[in-house]
Each structure stands twice: as structure tokens, then as C-alpha cells.
Nanobody, 123 residues
Framework: QVQLVESGGGLVQAGGSLRLSCAAS????????MGWFRQAPGKEREFVSA????????YYADSVKGRFTISRDNAKNTVYLQMNSLKPEDTAVYYC????????????????WGQGTQVTVSS
């Protein structure tokens, strides 16, 4: 049974930082691309960042480029999202997701999803 468990969310002031983690189990983690998506109230789920199965390629939404960094530790079956210079518009529930091999920015391409972690950025 595949499980993705996010952690690290919370309340932070604008300009602050958070690091999200997503621990995976029940799959061969090193064979999966990992993505981060977010969903704000009343909005559709949107792509934030993704990393391919080797960690050699990373992708970012324009809205977070230069502020967020995705990374993975295949020995720990964990993917991270370092979020710096946070803005109130980054407030959302953040989800990690897994798909085989190559990364994608399309939510429907992902096979497995975590339950999400709330990130709230106050102004």
C-alpha cells in the first residue's frame, strides 16, 4: 500500500521560510518522479514543482521560480520543498504526488497523492 505523508506546513509571516517534507512508503521510490501541488480555497489544484526519478531534472511554476527548491533523498524515500521569501499568495494546502519515472506538471498524470499540509502566510 502506497503512502505519501507530508509534513512541515504551518503559519509563517511574509518573507519567511518553510521546508516541506514528503515521506513515501510502499513503492520503489527511486523509480518515481515526485511533484508538489497546491490548492487554495476556491481554486483548482495547481502545479508547484517536480523532480524526476533520478533527481537530475527539476521543474517549477513561474510563480515560485527562484524562491522554492525541490530536492529528494532516495536513501530516505523523501522529497523536500524548501520555500523561501514566502508571500500571502502562497497560502494553500500543499500536496505531494508520485508518478513513474519522468516528471509532469499535470495533476492527472500522478498515481499517488498525500493528504496535504496547510501552509499559511500572513501579511
Amino acid at each position: 500500500q502506497v503512502q505519501l505523508v507530508e509534513s512541515g506546513g504551518g503559519l509563517v509571516q511574509a518573507g519567511g521560510s518553510l521546508r516541506l517534507s514528503c515521506a513515501a512508503s510502499g513503492l520503489t521510490f527511486s523509480r518515481y518522479a515526485m511533484g508538489w501541488f497546491r490548492q487554495a480555497p476556491g481554486k483548482e489544484r495547481e502545479f508547484v514543482s517536480a523532480i524526476n526519478w533520478t533527481g537530475g531534472s527539476t521543474y517549477y511554476a513561474d510563480s515560485v521560480k527562484g524562491r522554492f527548491t525541490i530536492s529528494r533523498d532516495n536513501a530516505k524515500n523523501t522529497v523536500y520543498l524548501q520555500m523561501n521569501s514566502l508571500k500571502p499568495e502562497d497560502t494553500a494546502v500543499y500536496y505531494c504526488a508520485a508518478k513513474r519515472l519522468s516528471a509532469s506538471n499535470v495533476p492527472g498524470d500522478y498515481n499517488y497523492w498525500g493528504q496535504g499540509t496547510q501552509v499559511t502566510v500572513s501579511s
